[in-house]
């Protein structure tokens, strides 16, 4: 039986253990440290803002909103074609998240129902405090028109860009273009710290907060003075130098997964029934997972179907995420739309994507989607 294909796993193959080595030997092993610094001042320059780095992205989405004023009686519009964890900071800070559906050119927050809806509740004053933006599996959003809905009412945007390292919106880096942006290094992401995250935003000050947030906000001075509420969410020494390290080879992880995701694309480009997630033309799309919809009468099966005959075959696959609306988690939270994301949940598979995946690993895959269809 060859080596089960697996659907994204850590990629290291440069100086990460070099950087390690140095953090042991300066015994700078805890969340203060040299690796920690230039991570953050490596990471803002591509990034084009300053950050903080933090434990996971989910801290940095907590603290995100949390920058943004979030509290409890808020309202918070979001995709519902995420993963859980760009909505649930809504609910540690006692808000209430409310579902923005997919716009099918992009998969991603329909910028014109955003639209609608923002001058549907403006209207009966009951505006969100905060827009979260996700870009999917590495697709930029289409932050231009979203920026521009969201502008006249003075509601700030949270860019959710933890799948989305690399991914460019009009030649830039996603993350800054909203008021803060989000990212995450784990183990399953582009690049990894093993776990870990980093929050960035325009204003230095707001970065200043949610570092002294993420240190458990104890007051300057020698006593242990506390006059706010703090997390533990500071990321070690340690994974920093993990993280140096993978920035350094960020733009080769970005090639190769993007090789990956167009041979599959160009080798299944005449099964009859599986269609290549779109790639928006206004950025650089990472094709951090690669993603298909099957149509079950054309291609002859149904997406479970296939993920089993995957499974059988040694590969692991998986759909695309299950839209929050559908979570019996968030079953009475409110919703515009949701019959795009839901089609898509349906029919979405995403294949084998690791950058270290080689180029019989990749037949591999493409020989056994074509045979799942023939069986
Ligand atoms: C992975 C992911 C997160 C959470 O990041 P962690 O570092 O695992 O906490 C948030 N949002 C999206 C869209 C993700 O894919």
């Not at 009951?126 to 697709?139: E, F, I, M, S, T």
């Not at 860019?159 to 996603?174: F, P, S």
Request: glycine share 10%.
């Amino acid at each position: 039986m060859p080596e089960r294909i697996l659907l994204s796993v850590p990629h290291m193959e440069g100086h990460e253990r070099s950087f390690v080595e140095q953090a042991f030997e300066s015994n700078w092993l805890s969340t203060v440290g040299p690796h920690l610094e230039a991570f953050e001042q490596e990471f803002a320059r591509l990034a084009g803002a300053p950050a903080v780095a933090l434990s996971s992205g989910t801290a940095a989405i907590h603290l995100g909103l949390r920058l943004l004023g979030v509290g409890p009686g808020d309202e918070i519009f979001a995709p519902t074609l995420t993963f859980v964890a760009s909505v649930n900071p809504v609910v540690y800070l006692g808000a209430r998240p409310v579902f923005i559906d997919s716009d099918p050119a992009t998969w991603n927050m329909d910028p014109q129902l955003l639209r609608e809806t923002l001058t549907e509740r403006a209207a009966r004053n009951r505006l969100p405090r905060a827009v979260v933006v996700v870009h999917l599996y590495g697709q930029p959003a289409d932050l231009g028109p979203i920026l521009d809905a969201c502008a006249p009412y003075d509601v700030p945007v949270l860019e959710d860009a933890a799948e989305a390292l690399g991914t460019q919106y009009q030649g830039r880096q996603v993350g800054s273009f909203g008021h803060v942006g989000t990212f995450s290094f784990n183990g399953n992401k582009i690049i990894t710290t093993t776990g870990g995250g980093m929050l960035v935003a325009r204003d230095a000050g707001w970065v200043c907060r949610a570092r002294f947030w993420a240190t458990q906000a104890r007051d300057p001075g020698i006593g242990y003075e506390h006059s706010d509420i703090g997390y533990n969410y500071r990321l070690s020494n340690v994974l920093a130098a993990i993280g140096r390290a993978q920035l350094q080879v960020l733009e080769k992880r970005v090639a190769q997964r993007r090789a990956i995701a167009f041979a599959y694309r160009d080798a299944l480009a005449d099964v009859d029934g599986l269609d290549f997630m779109p790639q928006a033309p206004y950025g650089r799309h990472t094709n951090w997972l690669s993603v298909f919809l099957v149509d079950e009468k054309r291609f002859g099966i149904d997406r479970d179907t296939l993920v089993r005959s995957l499974d059988e075959a040694g590969i692991e696959s998986r759909p695309v995420w299950k839209p929050m609306h559908l979570q019996s988690l968030y079953a009475s939270a409110d919703r515009v739309g949701g019959g795009v994301a839901a089609d898509l949940f349906r029919r979405g598979i995403c294949l084998p994507s690791s950058s270290s995946l080689g180029a019989d690993a990749q037949q591999r895959v493409i020989a056994a989607v074509r045979r799942a269809r023939d069986r």
